[in-house]
């Protein structure tokens, strides 16, 4: 059985430390270790195009939202403007995000309808992770704050890893601050 | 509504077996199919029987064996 190499794991205990001051420290390895869900997920893009030939319009909007259609449409090798063209590998990457984003709300019910999990194309073309509905709902029961997702096609596949923080399920310190700040702290370094 | 069921699986579950001889409660995710190949098997589903899958029922459970699809279907016909 493989296993993480120590001195990865004490990099990652040092940043976990470091990130979260406020969570009491060694007695608490095992809700630390909880702060962090992730999720990865590969899909055939061969897929999504049979899918889209086979169902067209009931597949995408069953699993795309109208933002994540619009982000993956692109007209530049139609001779005509009027007809859209889509990039199937943005799709399957989609697919696959959607798909690591349930792996980390870990559904054990119903699940969210697809749509609940909406990947945000931001203005500077970065993607995040946007929940709504029973999707939204579990996150919260969750208590996952935090979302932040990479997604890569290369030829035939499409991969994502959505990662989600957790807030810590220990006391935080008198005058410690909450979970929320840690978007601030890392904000504009992705 | 088997034969109907085990045609959908052949055409869109991607299963590393012959879907016209598994067992009714065999595990189809053990047997090759994705979650991308659960869309198409629920969307090709409602296409063969005309119907359409209610949101409580879009769960892993609903489509991971023959006998679990039936009784899905069973009930959204009952419906």
């Known amino acids: 059985m493989s296993t993480v190499p120590p001195t990865l794991l004490g990099d990652i205990d040092t940043w976990i430390s470091e990130a979260f001051p406020d969570v009491a420290t060694d007695a608490d390895r095992g809700a630390r270790s909880s702060l962090l869900r992730v999720g990865v997920d590969l899909v055939a893009v061969s897929d999504v195009i049979e899918s889209v030939e086979r169902f067209g319009d009931r597949y995408m909007h069953r699993m795309f939202t109208p933002h994540e259609v619009g982000c993956c449409r692109s007209n530049s090798n139609s001779a005509d403007p009027s007809i859209p063209e889509y990039s199937f590998e943005s799709m399957a990457a989609r697919f696959a995000a959607k798909e690591a984003t349930l792996k980390v709300l870990r559904p054990v019910g119903p699940r969210p309808k697809w749509c609940d999990i909406e990947v945000h194309r931001t203005d500077n073309g970065w993607c995040d992770i946007r929940l709504t509905g029973r999707a939204a709902t579990m996150a919260a029961e969750a208590g996952i704050e935090e979302w932040a997702v990479s997604l890569t096609h290369h030829a035939s596949m499409a991969a994502a890893v959505v990662i989600g923080i957790c807030r810590p399920a220990v006391p935080l310190r008198a005058g410690g601050g909450q979970c929320g700040q840690l978007g601030n702290r890392h904000e504009g370094e992705l | ?79």
Request: proline letters at 1%; glycine letters at 6%; charged letters at 25%.
């Open chain 2, 1 to 79: 509504m088997d034969e109907t069921i085990r045609s959908v699986l052949a055409e869109h579950g991607r299963l590393a077996v012959d879907a016209n001889s598994i067992d009714e409660t065999t595990d189809l995710f053990d047997v090759g199919m994705t979650s991308h190949a659960s869309v198409n098997v629920m969307l090709a589903l409602e296409d063969a029987f005309d119907i359409e899958f209610p949101e409580s029922m879009l769960k892993k459970s609903t489509f991971e064996s023959i006998a679990a699809i039936r009784a899905g279907l069973l009930q959204v016909t009952a419906g």
